[in-house]
C-alpha cells in the first residue's frame, strides 16, 4: 500500500456517529484482487458476515469502516499466506442498505474498499422451497441446449463436441429457450449440474471441479444471465434447485496457488485418494484409518477435499450458499458427496443455511444403497451416536437400484426378484420418519441411463415413468430420458451424458419441438406430459399415504395405493413380457366408497371388479374421487 491516510482521519472514521465519506485511494487490482461474498445483504438471521479479503500483503491489516451502524468485531490473518484477511463484520439491527467503505491500514498507508449491503427481498427468509408435491428435473448444461450469448471474452475456452469429455457448449441462455419445453413435462422444479467456473483440463463440463464458487462459467453465461435465468423460471412456474459441493473443489482452483491455512485443504494441500468407505460414517466398528480416509481422502486427484473442521472453510462455504440463494432468489439446494465430508461439521454447515432459510429444502447425495443406511443421514432419525446430518432430504439410491434391477427382467424365479425387489425396498420404510421426504429416481448424471436398463424398450420405460409419478416421495428425471436418450456406455460417463437432439443449431434432429421424432420416442414424451401434467394436482400423491400388496411369484405385478380422504390412486404395474388380469378381491380393502375411476394411462374409465387386463410391459394408474 503506497498512499498513506493521515492517522487522524482514520481516527476520525472509527470514531464517527454516522456514514463518512473517507479520503483514502481506491484499492487497485493489484492491491487487493479478491473481496467474498461478493457482497451482503441486512436483516439476515446471522448479523455477523465474515469477509475474505485476498490481495498484496494484507496480513496485519487493521480494518475499518465509515460508518457505526456496522461493528468490526474480528480480524483475523492467514497462518500461512501473508495476503488473506478475514474479517468478521457485525450488521446492526439499524443498518441501513447501501455502499459502505471498508477501509485497510498496514503501516500508515491504507486503501478503501467499496463493499454493498443490500436489501433482502421481501420474505426471503421464508420462502417455499420444493416437496413431494413437485417433480425435478435434472439437467447437465453443458449437454442440454446452446443460445446465443455474448462470447467475446471466452475465445480461448474451446469447445469439442466430439469428444465426450470435452465442452459441448450448452448454456444458460438455452436453458432459458427450453423453459417452456420443460415446464410441458409436467416438471415444477430444475435440479442442473453445477454452473460455476470450472477450468479442469479434460472433464470440466461436468463443473463438480470449481475453480471458483462466486462466478458463473464464461462459456455458460455470467452471474447476471444466472440471475435471469431463476427469475424467468419463476415466471413458468418452475423452481430453481442449486448443486452445492461443500467436500472439494477443483485442482485449478484459484486459492491453491496460495492457500491461507495449511489445513483449508485437507491432507495439506497434497493428494490422497479416499476408498469410498462412506459406511465408516455410521459403522460402530469403523477404524479411525477407514474414518479418516473417507472424510480426508480426496474423490479423485483433481478435486481437493476441502476442510469443513477450518471455521473459516466452513463459514466460507455456508456463506457461498446463501449469497447465492439471497442473489439469485434460489428455491432450494441439492448437495454433492454429504457423507464425505466430516459430517459433524457437514450438520453446522447444512444448519447455518437452515437458520437463514428455515423452509428451505436441501437433499444430500448419500450414495449408499441399503435403506438403514440412508436412513442415517435423514435428519429425522434419532442416530444412536447422537448425530442429526439436519439434510430436510435424502436421496433414495436403494430404490433406484431396485427400479433398474426390477425392469430388466421379462419374467422372475423366485424371491426378491422384479417387482417383489422394489416391494422389499419400500417395506423398508419404517426406518424413515417421513419417506415422503425421500427424492426419488430411476438414473441421474453418475448412473447408466435408464435406457440402458430397459434397452431402449419404449413400454418399459414408461412402466417407470408411471412408477416415479406415484410413488411417494419427490420425483426427480433425467434430462432427455422422455425421448429415450441413451448415450455411449462404453465411453464412459462423458458417452453417456450425451447431448439433447435439437439443442443445438446444426443437430440434424429437434427433439424439443418434436422435428423427427420417432413413434416409440413420443410415446414415451406423452406418457411422462400426461402423468406428470395430472400429478400437479393429486394431493393424494403429494402427501397421502400408501398401501402395498405382496407381489406373488411368477405373477411379478406390483400393485399399490395412494390415498387420502377424498382420492384414491391404485397404481398396477406389469414388467411381465406376458398379460396379466387384475385380481380385485386382493385388493378391495382400497375401494371403500370408490367403484369408478379414471385410468389416467389409457383414458378409460375402470370400475372395480369388472375386468382388467393389463397388457404385457404396461401401467395402469386409476383415479379414483369421493
Not at 458476515?49 to 468485531?73: C, H, P, R, W
Not at 400437479?536 to 405385478?557: S, Y
Request: hydrophobic share 40%; net charge negative; aromatic share 12%.
Amino acid at each position: 500500500m503506497k498512499i498513506l491516510l493521515p492517522l487522524m482521519a482514520a481516527a476520525l472514521l472509527l470514531a464517527c456517529g454516522e456514514t463518512k465519506t473517507v479520503d483514502a485511494p481506491l484499492a487497485t487490482k493489484e492491491q487487493l484482487s479478491r473481496v467474498e461474498p461478493l457482497n451482503w445483504w441486512v436483516g439476515m438471521a446471522n448479523p455477523v458476515v465474515q469477509i475474505m479479503f485476498y490481495g498484496s500483503d494484507l496480513a496485519g491489516s487493521e480494518v475499518a469502516i465509515n460508518s457505526k451502524d456496522f461493528t468490526i468485531e474480528k480480524v483475523s490473518s492467514s497462518t500461512t499466506s501473508k495476503n488473506y484477511l478475514f474479517v468478521d463484520v457485525r450488521v446492526g439491527k439499524n443498518a441501513k442498505a447501501g455502499e459502505y467503505d471498508f477501509i485497510l491500514t498496514k503501516g500508515g498507508e491504507s486503501i478503501k474498499v467499496p463493499y454493498q449491503f443490500l436489501e433482502r427481498r421481501e420474505g426471503s427468509a421464508q420462502r417455499e422451497s420444493y416437496t413431494s408435491a413437485d417433480a425435478v428435473y435434472l439437467l447437465m448444461p453443458d449437454r442440454f441446449a446452446q443460445g446465443k450469448i455474448d462470447t467475446s471474452e471466452i475465445v480461448d475456452l474451446l469447445t469439442d463436441r466430439s469428444e465426450p469429455y470435452a465442452r459441448h457448449g450448452g448454456n444458460l441462455q438455452g436453458m432459458i429457450d427450453r423453459l417452456d419445453y420443460i415446464a410441458s413435462l409436467g416438471m415444477t422444479a430444475i435440479w442442473s449440474t453445477p454452473l460455476w467456473d470450472d477450468r479442469e483440463k479434460g472433464g470440466s463440463y461436468h463443473g463438480y471441479a470449481s475453480s471458483d464458487f462466486y462466478r458463473i462459467h464464461p462459456l455458460y453465461g455470467t452471474n447476471e444471465l444466472y440471475k435471469t435465468y431463476v427469475a424467468e423460471a419463476h415466471k413458468k412456474g418452475l423452481k430453481i434447485i442449486m448443486d452445492l459441493v461443500p467436500n472439494h473443489s477443483g485442482i485449478d482452483h484459484w486459492w491453491m496457488a496460495d492457500l491461507p491455512f495449511e489445513d483449508w485443504v485437507n491432507n495439506g494441500g497434497e493428494y490422497k485418494q479416499t476408498r469410498y468407505a462412506q459406511t465408516s460414517q455410521f459403522d460402530p466398528h469403523a477404524s479411525l484409518s477407514d474414518l479418516e480416509n473417507n472424510t480426508d481422502g480426496w474423490f479423485v486427484a483433481n478435486m481437493p477435499d476441502l476442510n469443513l473442521r477450518n471455521d473459516f472453510m466452513l463459514n466460507y462455504l455456508a456463506q457461498n450458499a446463501i449469497w447465492w440463494a439471497e442473489y439469485s432468489d434460489l428455491d432450494g439446494f441439492r448437495v454433492d458427496t454429504y457423507p464425505y465430508n466430516d459430517k459433524w461439521k457437514a450438520a453446522e454447515w447444512t444448519q447455518k443455511i437452515l437458520d437463514e432459510y428455515p423452509r428451505i429444502n436441501i437433499v444430500g447425495e448419500c450414495w449408499v444403497n441399503e435403506p438403514a443406511f440412508v436412513s442415517y443421514w435423514d435428519s429425522r432419525t434419532k442416530n444412536n451416536d447422537g448425530y442429526n446430518s439436519k439434510l430436510p432430504s435424502v436421496m433414495d439410491f436403494p430404490l433406484q437400484g431396485a427400479i433398474n434391477n426390477a425392469i430388466q427382467l421379462d419374467e422372475v424365479q423366485g424371491w426378491n426378484q422384479g417387482a417383489m425387489e422394489i416391494y422389499f425396498i419400500l417395506a423398508h420404510d419404517f426406518l424413515f420418519q417421513d419417506p415422503n421426504t425421500l427424492m426419488i429416481f430411476a438414473e441421474n448424471h453418475d448412473t447408466d441411463r435408464l435406457a440402458h436398463f430397459t434397452k431402449s424398450n419404449a413400454a418399459k420405460q414408461m412402466i417407470v415413468y408411471s412408477l416415479l409419478a406415484t410413488m411417494r416421495g419427490t420425483p426427480q428425471l433425467y434430462y432427455g430420458s422422455e425421448v429415450l436418450l441413451r448415450g455411449d456406455q462404453k465411453r464412459g460417463h462423458g458417452g453417456q451424458r450425451v447431448d439433447f437432439p435439437g439443442g443445438w443449431a446444426s443437430d440434424a434432429r429437434n427433439l424439443f419441438t418434436g422435428d423427427g421424432i420417432t413413434a416409440s420416442e413420443d410415446s414415451v414424451l406423452q406418457h411422462v406430459r400426461k402423468l406428470f401434467n395430472w400429478r400437479k394436482d393429486v394431493k393424494a400423491i403429494h402427501t397421502g399415504k400408501m398401501t402395498q400388496f405382496f407381489p406373488e411369484v411368477p405373477e411379478n405385478l406390483y400393485v399399490y395405493g395412494r390415498y387420502n380422504d377424498n382420492e384414491l390412486v391404485f397404481v398396477v404395474l406389469n414388467m411381465n413380457a406376458a398379460a396379466r388380469d387384475v385380481k380385485w378381491e386382493k385388493y378391495m380393502e382400497l375401494f371403500d366408497g370408490y367403484t369408478t375411476g379414471n385410468d389416467i394411462v389409457s383414458g378409460n374409465q375402470v370400475r372395480v371388479g369388472e375386468p382388467l387386463t393389463l397388457s404385457a410391459r404396461s401401467s395402469a394408474v386409476v383415479h379414483f374421487k369421493k
